[in-house]
C-alpha cells in the first residue's frame, strides 16, 4: 500500500519561509511527476508547482520567483521551498505523485497559515 506523508506545514508570519517535503513509502512504482496542489477554505485545488523525473518544472503564476520545487526520484520525495510567504499563500498543501502509469497518489496535506 502507498502512503505520502507530508511535513512541514505550520504557522508563519508574512515574508518568512516553509520548507514542505513529502515522501512515498510502499510500492510505487515509476513516478513521472512530482508535485504539489493547495487547496483554500472556499475554493478550488490548484497546482502549485510539480516537476517530471525528466527535471522540467511547472509554476502556477502565483508561485513563480517565490516557490522552489525540488524532487528525489531515486527516494520518492519531493520538496517545496516557500519563500516570501503572503497571507493568500493559507492553506492546506497536498503532495501527488503520478506514475507512468497515470496512477495518482496523494497525501493527506499539511496546514500552511501565514498570519502576523
Known amino acids: 500500500q502507498v502512503q505520502l506523508v507530508e511535513s512541514g506545514g505550520g504557522k508563519v508570519q508574512p515574508g518568512g519561509s516553509l520548507r514542505l517535503s513529502c515522501a512515498a513509502s510502499?510500492?510505487?512504482?515509476?513516478?513521472?511527476?512530482m508535485g504539489w496542489y493547495r487547496q483554500a477554505p472556499g475554493k478550488q485545488r490548484e497546482l502549485v508547482a510539480d516537476?517530471?523525473?525528466?527535471?522540467?518544472?511547472y509554476y502556477a503564476d502565483s508561485a513563480k520567483g517565490r516557490f522552489t520545487v525540488s524532487g528525489d526520484y531515486t527516494k520518492n520525495t519531493v520538496y517545496l521551498q516557500m519563500n516570501s510567504l503572503k497571507p493568500e499563500d493559507t492553506a492546506v498543501y497536498y503532495c501527488?505523485?503520478?506514475?507512468?502509469?497515470?496512477?495518482?497518489?496523494w497525501g493527506q496535506g499539511t496546514q500552511v497559515t501565514v498570519s502576523s
Open positions: 501527488k505523485m503520478r506514475t507512468t502509469m497515470w496512477n495518482d497518489y
Open positions: 510502499g510500492n510505487i512504482f515509476k513516478v513521472a511527476v
Open positions: 516537476i517530471s523525473s525528466g527535471g522540467s518544472s
